[in-house]
């Protein structure tokens, strides 16, 4: 069974500060997808990663795919308010097939 | 392009009662996809068609729980019985599927169940 796991769940920061979240997942994938959730609202695609070694950057994010170490990085550099969201990571097993997420990680920029 | 829209956006029924959602994907998509998610939870992947095909249900989703895409375009998604731990945020998502690059599922707004 494919697994995802994030860390951080919880993320305080301040404006202006850098951190990154990650994510693993259990079984072999070329693919992994970074989704925004703001509350009450249903998801946004941030990223698609489709090879080894992709790097995709969108203003201050930037999301990075390392397949052999099943490992994907969200990247945030100098903070502001209006990053505050949850961001999700997602796998599919096979192309097109079911999104395995991970369990999400609450983003809050602080002022 | 409209995107992926749900009908409707809210629902509140009552214990034992059928309730039935409607999803309309982008135009042209042929994957179709239906998630569910709870409170503090990632979406979790309830089935999903190509054209009219059902190519995947999920274990976990019971025998209350039906979807259909009978022409290929817009899908329904009914649950019988309903129970309060149906209580979720249904969500509908669909991909055009022709090039690895047209996997990404674009989500629609969903639609809020609430069961009392």
């Known amino acids: 069974e494919l697994k995802v796991e994030q860390n951080p769940l919880f993320l305080s920061m301040q404006e202006g500060k850098n951190y990154t979240i990650y994510c693993n997942y259990s079984?072999?994938?070329?693919?992994l997808y970074w989704y925004r959730q703001d509350p009450g609202k249903s998801l946004e695609s941030l990223f698609v990663?489709?090879?080894?070694?992709a790097v995709k950057q969108e203003g201050r994010l930037m999301a990075s795919l390392d397949t052999k170490a099943r490992l994907s990085t969200l990247h945030i550099t100098a903070a502001v308010h209006d990053l505050s969201a949850t961001y999700f990571c997602?796998?599919?097993?096979?192309?097109?097939?079911?999104?395995?997420f991970g369990e999400g990680t609450q983003l809050t920029v602080n002022p | 392009d409209t995107g992926v829209s749900q009908d409707p956006r809210h629902k509140i029924t009552k214990r034992g009662q059928n309730v039935t959602f409607r999803c309309d994907p982008i135009?042209?998509?042929?994957?179709l996809y239906w998630y569910r998610q709870t409170l503090g939870q990632g979406p979790e992947f309830l089935t999903y068609?190509?054209?009219?095909?059902?190519?995947?249900k999920s274990r976990l989703l019971s025998d209350r729980f039906s979807a259909e895409r009978p022409k290929g375009s817009f899908s329904t998604l009914e649950i019988q019985r309903t129970e309060q731990g149906d209580s979720a945020m249904y969500l509908c998502?669909?991909?055009?599927?022709?090039?690895?690059?047209?996997?990404?599922?674009?989500f629609g707004p969903g639609t809020r169940l609430t069961v009392t």
């Open positions: 998502a669909s991909s055009s599927g022709r090039q690895a690059r047209d996997y990404e599922q674009y």
């Open positions: 079984t072999t994938s070329d693919r």
């Open positions: 990663l489709l090879s080894n070694g």
């Open positions: 997602a796998v599919d097993k096979t192309s097109g097939s079911r999104l395995t």
């Open positions: 135009s042209e998509h042929n994957r």
């Open positions: 068609f190509q054209n009219e095909a059902q190519l995947e």
